[in-house]
């Protein structure tokens, strides 16, 4: 029997046993080989979500770039898959740099971001020779031309803009709006500053620029505006310096379903918005249409992921609620507490068996703000009981910690009934292994 909890992956179904499956591994036999809190990637998911955005786009253009955002979920065999998929990837540290590295990852296919880069990751990118650094300030631009003279390489670069546009999301994740840390602003002539330095500069190739407006969108309209403003923008620098940009990077944001009744949009509704808006608004102004670039991490692998915990605890307060807590909790998944995240829970023994109890799902952490899901259904929780929460494949793993001395997850990647290892679980060992030694 198949499942139709959306947000599954979609190799999801109850076995002969009537227990959890995905892409034919067993939930409660990984749990019990690899142990718990446990973060269980669909492989082929992953490599269907990538194919879906090339595909989508490639149906509408030649002239195209998809790039992997791997803030969302990043680690060698992530950066492996990415390239064997033919994406490109954007990096927005000097470790996930590394990480990339590390996998062999074609550099000239890198794109670096952040707000923020030390000297250190500026240099690292330079050195490694990455494809893109995407700017995000007039001082980094400053000290990136430097670098990029000390390191004798004309570095091509974008330059991040905010195009003042709200993206109807938590307001955590809008990264467009003119009030934001990112990217120059069109106003009071900012980002045209900008272009004028990146032009002038020594060592520094403009190709072309970088939006990203914010995560989690579901409604396409803010990025058709977007592509409106940039449009305008497009024409002012060519009018004003006879710039052409070649590589239009729209950034990221997709939204997922995290919960029964989320309907995002496609990637394909989101190619045709893109690759029919950029063509008119081009033809509007009258330049040629420069390469699209967009930047998906969520919705590359958010559903492809679940997370297995093991139940410790049930506890009933009389008339109040019911406290169901797990092995983890913020510690592997910060987004309900961060931006009031919903997820939904279901036990992997017995997915389909009718609910009991509406109960809360309690992290182990010292914070009575430690609940990764406020209400769920749930057939007579146990101790001992595997517990799934679907779609937490975006942002978990990537943001986890060692709050409380907690060990971070293993990963794995599950593909035609075999799992592998791809991150192992840490050992209390890792925990001091970078303290003082004491003998
Ligand atoms: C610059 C940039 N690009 C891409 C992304 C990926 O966004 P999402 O995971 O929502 O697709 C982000 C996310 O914060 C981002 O900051």
Known sequence: MSLAIPPLPGSSRINTSGRLEVAGCDVVELASEYGTPLFIYDEQEIRDRCRAYREAFASRTDDFEIIYASKAF??????????????????????????????????????????????????????SEVGHIVVDSLDELRTLDRIAGREGRRQPVLLRITPGIEAHTHDFVQTGKL???????????????VVEAALESANLELTGFHVHIGSQIFSLEPYRKTISVMADFLAQCHSRFGFECRLLDLGGGLGVAYAPGDEPASPDQLAGVMVTGLQEEMERVALPVPRLAVEPGRSIVANACLTAYTVQTVKEIPGVRTYVAVDGGMSDNLRPMLYGAA???????????????????????????????????????????????????????SMSSNYNGQLRPAVLFVKEGTARVVIRREDYEDLVHLHERLE
């Open 74 to 127: 990043s680690c060698t065999a992530m950066s492996q898959l990415i390239a064997q998929e033919g994406l490109s990837l954007d990096v927005a540290s000097g470790g996930e740099l590394y990480t990339a590295l590390r996998a062999w990852f074609p550099p000239e296919n890198i794109f670096l971001h952040g707000n923020a880069n030390t000297e250190d990751e500026l240099f690292r990118a330079v050195r």
């Open 343 to 397: 997820y939904t829970a279901l036990l992997a023994a017995k997915p389909e068996a009718e609910p009991t109890a509406t109960a809360a799902i309690a992290g182990k952490h010292c914070e009575s703000g430690d609940i990764l899901v406020r209400e769920a259904p749930l057939p007579d929780p146990r101790p001992g009981d595997v517990l799934v929460t679907p779609a937490t494949g975006a942002y978990g793993y």
């Open 179 to 193: 009030d934001s840390k990112f990217g120059s602003c069109l106003e009071e002539g900012v980002a045209v500053s």
